[in-house]
């Protein structure tokens, strides 16, 4: 039996069976079914290298996008390449390579492709980097002011579901906790425990209430429909009222907090004039005064735990959520209490809560970059049609660098970025960028040199994932499809005509290189008290499961008990409700502590019939990967991405399940193939993130004819503080397509001419 691993499962592999989720894992994943397809669809993989044709006649990415391909060898390509770093590196210096290349690349320590990519620039003297996340850049930046540790340090120590399920009485969760979500693991998912989690809290008389646009974020809660991008004036109104009906728990306020006066005349108006009631956020969030009070006094009553997904800073503004969550729980006082308090990112992915031990498993080492130039992740449109001009981040003004060469790696901005078509104008702007990938990606497409790489299961390698209670020999299971090269080996083969292999290599082969990591990882395992098998027994079993790994947490537990003795990071020590750091740099869209500021766009001043846009994860693959698997083409409409809308709001516009729709807004439009549901909200339309992006001219118009939502997103920073992504703030038009329904393009390759040689 051979074993593999991705970042929605664990597998194990015989020619008659195929892939199999491994048997003790309670819930795996849907999208693994559609794995094995996609990966082998010769009709999406990329083949071997290419050269855009317009880029070797020296067009420097006018015609990105559209051109044709040429077929060249891996000498040539490798040549070319490395003859444009060099030449970018002597006229420009390594400040104008970007290499932020953001994704999720694949599980497997030691081909993820972003750790070779990092290494291999280092060795040439360093890139243009990116910080924070598409997933949570606002906690990211926010939460070391308030809470005194890294989103990942909060993640790492949030309370365990298992407590949650013990000692919860009421479970408010804004967002939801959804299953869906939680497929995966970043690294590598071996066990999914949280649907059979949440089973146990519905049954276990743990009030749930999820307040969220959907109810299929937390089918066996109660629904508070909430309009989205309102939950902080939600969360202001439920702190108000307990604070109003004298409940708030002063002793929790004085001991672990700053700031709470200064928050406390915002809530009740001192400062404004408005008080942040029931009455006045009704209106607003779209959830009567009197289901306000009511939430607020059973919180107030019971065991309590806030609960926020992390899509609610994806958002305009998205500070001010989390921040806000923060408030009512320290309000309610409980936090560092069992199975109380707050938390974010439950169900967001598989870990978030799980009571198992971290272990630091190690990576491959990536050197340092001299360069230490670096952009807030979703500025890439801005620093590309913007070079050198200021912009603000994280209290400092920063200034974009001139770029000329773009090289990525295991992601595809042409899904993950917001407002296509801005991008796909700014992507005009570098000289040369290089992509390696699998499949022919939107990105890939508008590359000018594009490297094809294998997949994970067509290589070995270790899932080693200091989340996961598993690790995996991942067993090379297909031979590479096409002329497709190990990322590793691409890297190698271009520093070698770059003069610096052995510094990148140090002399290993990919064997070697695991070897060298399990060495590392028996280290690293004797220090937390456990042995490993030996390397060669690991690869012929395949699993070793991570010994005694129950470890329960408790979020600020040390703190709460002792806040003196154990003070948080932050410039109290405790947790801020009024940050005085921020507010003193006088951001009007981040102030000193939780505001209700309205979204840039919103249903709030919506114009006739428009609808709120939900984009958010797809259930039938990761992000855009495996779009051209079973599982995602078999839950397609029409060869389009579905759309999930209320009943009335379809049968309002003569719409019906099954019709294809066009959505548009003054950013793009594409089209979806529609979905009913009473389980959305009248207002809103869910259109998942993910189908490969395939913009035409279809009667005279621009469109995206497959539903991919980020031609209708916004391409703008949640604030100057954490300028994170905001993509679930939009508004979109829907309407019928009568039209003959446009062919799909991305499920071919583009033209690709044979080169000379
Ligand atoms: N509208 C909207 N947009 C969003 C979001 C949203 O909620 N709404 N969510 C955002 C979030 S949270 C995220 S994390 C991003 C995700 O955005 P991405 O991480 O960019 O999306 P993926 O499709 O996972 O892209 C990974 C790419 O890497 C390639 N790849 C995988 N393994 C390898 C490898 O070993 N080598 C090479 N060379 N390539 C490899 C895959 O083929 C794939 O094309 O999207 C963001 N975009
Ligand atoms: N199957 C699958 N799972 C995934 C991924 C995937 O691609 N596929 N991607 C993974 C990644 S990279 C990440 S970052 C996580 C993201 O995990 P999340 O951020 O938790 O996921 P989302 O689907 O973006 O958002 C969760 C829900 O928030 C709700 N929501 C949207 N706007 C609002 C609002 O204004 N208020 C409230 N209360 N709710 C709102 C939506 O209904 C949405 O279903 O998911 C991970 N899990
Ligand atoms: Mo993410």
């Not at 709470?260 to 809530?267: D, G, V």
């Not at 065991?303 to 992390?310: E, G």
């Not at 230490?372 to 994280?394: C, K, N, Q, S």
């Not at 104008?425 to 000289?431: F, G, I």
Request: glycine share 10%; net charge negative; proline share 6%.
């Amino acid at each position: 039996m051979r074993y593999t691993a991705a970042h929605w499962g664990a597998y194990a592999f015989d020619e008659s069976t195929g892939l199999q989720p491994l048997a003790d894992d309670p819930a795996p994943s849907r999208i693994g079914r559609g794995w094995l397809s996609a990966t082998t669809n010769k009709r999406s993989r990329v083949l071997s290298p290419v050269i855009r044709k317009g880029w070797l006649e020296g067009d420097r990415g006018a015609a990105r996008s559209s051109d044709d391909f040429v077929r060249v060898t891996w000498d040539e390509a490798v040549r070319r390449v490395a003859e444009e770093l060099a030449r970018v590196r002597t006229a420009h210096g390594n400040g104008a390579i970007f290499a932020g290349s953001y994704g999720w690349s694949s599980a497997g320590r030691f081909h993820h492709a972003q750790g070779q990519l990092r290494r291999f620039l280092n060795c040439f003297g360093g890139f243009v980097g990116s910080r924070d996340t598409y997933s949570h850049a606002a906690a990211e930046v926010l939460f070391p002011y308030i809470l005194g540790m890294s989103q990942r340090q909060l993640q790492d120590n949030v309370t365990s579901i298992e407590e949650v399920a013990e000692h919860c009485e009421l479970l408010l969760a804004f967002g939801g906790i959804s299953g869906r979500t939680a497929q995966i693991t970043a690294s590598g998912a071996s066990y999914h425990e949280i649907p059979d989690w949440l089973g146990r809290l519905s049954a276990g008389g743990t009030r749930l209430v999820s307040v969220s646009p959907q109810r299929s974020d937390f089918s066996s809660a109660e629904w508070v429909s909430v309009r989205p991008g309102t939950d902080t004036a939600l969360m202001l109104a439920l702190t108000h009222e307990i604070v109003v009906s004298g409940r708030e728990n002063r002793a929790f306020l004085k001991r672990c907090t700053s700031g709470w006066p200064q928050f406390r005349a915002y809530l009740t108006g001192e400062t404004d004039a408005v008080a942040k009631s029931a009455d006045w956020a009704a209106p607003t969030c779209d959830v009567s005064a009197d289901r306000i009070r009511t939430l607020a006094h059973e919180l107030a009553g019971k065991r309590s735990m806030i609960a926020v997904a992390w899509g609610l800073q994806r958002a305009d503004h998205g500070e001010q959520p989390i921040w806000a969550a923060l408030a009512l729980a320290s309000v309610l006082g409980q936090i560092g209490q069992p199975g109380t308090g707050f938390s974010f990112g439950y169900g967001s992915t598989s870990p978030v809560g799980r009571p198992t031990r971290l272990v630091p498993w190690p990576s491959l080492p990536q050197g340092r970059n001299p360069v230490g130039d670096f952009i807030p992740v979703a500025r890439l449109a801005d620093m590309l049609a913007h070079a050198r001009t200021d912009y603000h981040y994280d209290g400092e003004t920063r200034t974009y660098p001139d770029i000329r060469l773009v090289y990525w790696v295991g992601g595809n901005p042409f899904h993950h970025h917001q407002d296509l078509r801005r991008l796909d104008s700014a992507w005009t702007r570098p000289d040369t960028i290089v992509v390696h990938e699998h499949a022919w990606t939107a990105s890939a497409r508008r590359a000018d040199i594009v490297l094809p790489a294998t997949t994970p299961l067509e290589r070995d390698d270790i899932m080693m994932n200091r989340r996961d209670p598993r690790l995996i020999y991942m067993s090379q299971i297909l031979s590479p499809i096409g002329e497709a090269q190990h990322d590793y080996e691409i890297f190698r083969r271009i520093a070698r005509q770059l003069g610096f292999e052995d510094q990148f290599t140090e002399g290993r082969e990919v064997d070697d290189w695991l070897r060298q990591l399990w060495a590392c990882a028996t280290e690293v395992a004797a220090r937390h008290g456990f042995g490993l098998p030996d390397f060669d027994r690991f690869r012929d079993e395949g699993v070793f499961a991570v010994p005694d790994a129950e470890e329960h947490r408790r979020l600020m537990r040390d703190f709460v008990d002792d806040p003196e003795r154990a003070p948080l990071a932050t410039e109290s020590g405790r947790i801020t409700l009024y940050n005085e750091t921020i507010s003193g740099f006088g951001l009007d869209d981040c102030p000193g502590h939780p505001t209700w500021l309205p979204p840039v766009e919103s249903l709030l001043d919506a114009p006739d019939g428009a609808l709120h846009l939900i984009s958010g994860q797809p259930d039938t693959r990761l992000h855009a990967q495996n779009d051209l698997g079973s599982e995602a083409l078999n839950d397609k409409i029409g060869g389009r991405e579905p759309a999930l809308m209320h009943p009335a709001t379809a049968s309002a516009r003569g719409l019906a399940e099954g019709d294809v729709v066009r959505l548009s807004n003054v950013r793009g439009a594409c089209l979806a193939g529609l979905r009913l549901s009473e389980n959305i909200r009248p207002d809103c339309i869910a259109l998942a993130t993910g189908a490969w992006f395939d913009p035409q001219i279809v009667g005279g118009e621009w469109l995206e004819v497959h539903g991919n939502p980020n031609v209708l997103t916004i391409d703008k920073g949640c604030s100057e503080l954490s300028q994170g992504n905001i993509a679930h703030t939009a508004l979109v038009c829907v309407e019928a397509w009568d039209e003959p329904l446009p062919a799909l393009s991305i499920d071919r390759p583009p033209r690709i001419l044979e080169g000379p040689g």
